[in-house]
């Protein structure tokens, strides 16, 4: 039977016993899916695509019935059973009955669409108790899966690092398309580190049975908060995909969260599987493994360009949406697993506070801007102008001493809670500079210092323009960047291998790249 006819046959709503007003039809690159009334039917296409092989109607009846074993683990009131899509005597196709298998289509129930996670959180009705729900029931499938044997295999650290191989084997023609060659550099340099310094880590997981017989395609759309939490549609077609470390599921639905805008749900949903699986191992495995599943997207994406059919406008989508993911997978690899201390340091004007951010949002490090924390402290509205002379006003020699130790006491605290933190301020002074010292060395946390530069003339239009925003909390002012410089110390104190001098008028996203580099390599030096 030719496969269109079957497809042609089941959009019929008379072609089924129970008769549904209407059906939909979805296609996707491996299924056809038909929605008919309360029931969902779906017949796997015969394709084969190296990862997986439908093409003959023996397989496509196996994967059917390991579609429905698999996913009744998670969602055991939706996948009812497999039906045969038989020849009658009369010639027509029935699904079930007797007659002739022509083909086979999981007969499920039709899930709640407004129920769906992603449409809930869309509509901001998936609050915190609903990750905790999300959570307890992905925590709980983990303990029960399978374990041993091939499934721990696949924890093994050289079939981890034959998968990553193959990624960046088969995105190599992507570069510089999809992903810009300094992700794709950095990305895989991070890959060799990690795996090289956490072997025993990852050796560690398999012998506690970390590896488990998992879901393999836990995203949002996947999951279903009805009166029970229902997670559909698991990968059947290759135990591969499936068979995976706990903490990679994790992370597969966080980096989803990410992508999709709800980092609060990721950290949320992370909280608490930590507590209801004890796995105390988690928080050191979760970049590697999000930046993994990223990178795995932003593949698959990029493999749509293969189609020479593909419209043009289409095409600068899957580019767009490809190079999102890269971007995001560099971000997991650029981020900090320990705490460190990162100064900016310069003249009003230099453009320290926008490197700050573009450097926290990389290294996943909390800010604190002195500009802000300073009226914060006199209880002024951080957009409030203070034109006040130099060193006069709220800018005193003691409002200005107590801002910088409320900054680095800000600082203790988020490095305390094992986060890198950044200090946006000028620390002009060394006695500034030396609390910061002081602190990286009580701690016993490493210190990098982002010392800003600017040509004058860039600098006034700067100010200039600063002061038409009405809410920038800066009051830095051409008429006192001269008394600055004079009372600017230069910064010697601290060891060149951590001070970074960055010329923002000249493509100063080159000089962060390497910021980022040397300071994430640094981190995993000291690991080792």
């Excluded at 296609?27 to 017949?43: P, R």
């Excluded at 769906?116 to 303990?143: C, E, N, P, S, T």
Aim: glycine share 4%; proline share 4%; aromatic share 10%.
């Amino acid at each position: 039977m030719n496969p269109t006819g079957i497809a042609q046959n089941l959009i019929r709503p008379d072609f089924y016993p129970h008769r549904p007003s209407a059906v939909e039809m979805v296609q996707t690159h491996i299924s056809w899916v038909f929605i008919a009334g309360d029931y969902v039917y779906k017949v796997k296409k015969p394709v084969d695509f190296g990862f997986l092989d439908f093409t003959t109607l023996e397989k496509r009846k196996f994967y059917c019935e390991e579609e429905v074993r698999l996913n009744r683990r998670l969602a055991p009131s939706i996948y009812l059973d497999v039906v045969p899509i038989v020849r009658r005597a009369d010639g027509l196709l029935w699904p079930g009955g007797p007659g002739e298998a022509v083909d086979f289509a999981v007969r499920m129930k039709k899930l709640p669409l407004g129920r769906m996670l992603k449409i809930l959180l869309a509509q901001g009705r998936a609050d915190a108790k609903v990750m905790d729900a999300v959570a307890r029931r992905i925590a709980r499938f983990h303990r029960e899966a399978e374990t041993g044997g091939a499934i721990d295999e696949m924890g093994r650290p050289a079939i981890i690092r034959r998968n990553h191989e193959e990624n960046f084997t088969q995105t190599e023609k992507y570069v510089n398309r999809t992903i810009p060659a300094y992700q794709y550099d950095f990305i895989r340099e991070y890959v060799e580190k990690f795996l090289t310094v956490h072997q025993e880590l990852l050796e560690r997981r398999v012998a506690e049975h970390r590896i488990r017989d998992g879901h393999g395609d836990l995203h949002l759309e996947h999951i279903c908060i009805a009166d029970e939490i229902l997670v559909f549609d698991c990968i059947e077609f290759n135990e591969r995909f499936r068979f995976s470390d706990t903490a990679a599921e994790v992370a597969f639905l966080t980096m989803d969260l990410d992508y999709n805008g709800y980092p609060d749900h990721a950290e949320a949903f992370v909280r608490s599987y930590l507590a209801y699986s004890g796995d105390r191992d988690l928080p050191a495995l979760l970049n590697f493994y999000r930046a993994y599943y990223a990178y795995v997207r932003g593949k698959v994406t990029s493999f749509r360009l293969d189609q020479k059919e593909l419209p043009e406008a289409e095409r600068s989508d899957v580019v767009r949406t490809a190079t999102q993911y890269f971007d995001l997978a560099y971000t997991y690899a650029a981020r900090l697993e320990k705490p460190a201390l990162i100064l900016t340091a310069g003249l009003i004007g230099s453009g320290k506070s926008f490197q700050a951010r573009a450097l926290a949002e990389r290294l996943g490090a909390d800010v604190v801007r002195t500009d802000v924390l300073r009226k914060e402290l006199l209880q002024i509205a951080p957009a409030e102008k203070h034109h006040d002379a130099f060193g006069q006003g709220i800018y005193t020699a003691d409002i200005s001493r107590k801002t910088y130790e409320k900054a680095i006491e800000w600082a203790a605290e988020r490095m305390a809670q094992g986060r890198p933190a950044i200090i946006d301020a000028s620390f002009r002074s060394r006695a500034d500079r030396a609390l910061a010292v002081d602190l990286a060395r009580r701690l016993n946390v490493p210190l990098y210092v982002i010392e800003c530069t600017c040509p004058d003339e860039l600098v006034k239009i700067r100010l200039e323009k600063r002061q038409q925003d009405r809410d920038n909390p800066s009051d830095g002012r051409w008429e006192i960047l001269a008394q600055q410089k004079k009372e600017y110390e230069a910064i010697c104190e601290i060891p060149a291998a951590s001070h970074f001098r960055v010329d923002t008028s000249d493509q100063p996203e080159l000089a962060r790249r390497q910021i980022i580099r040397t300071i994430k390599m640094a981190e995993f030096q000291a690991v080792a």
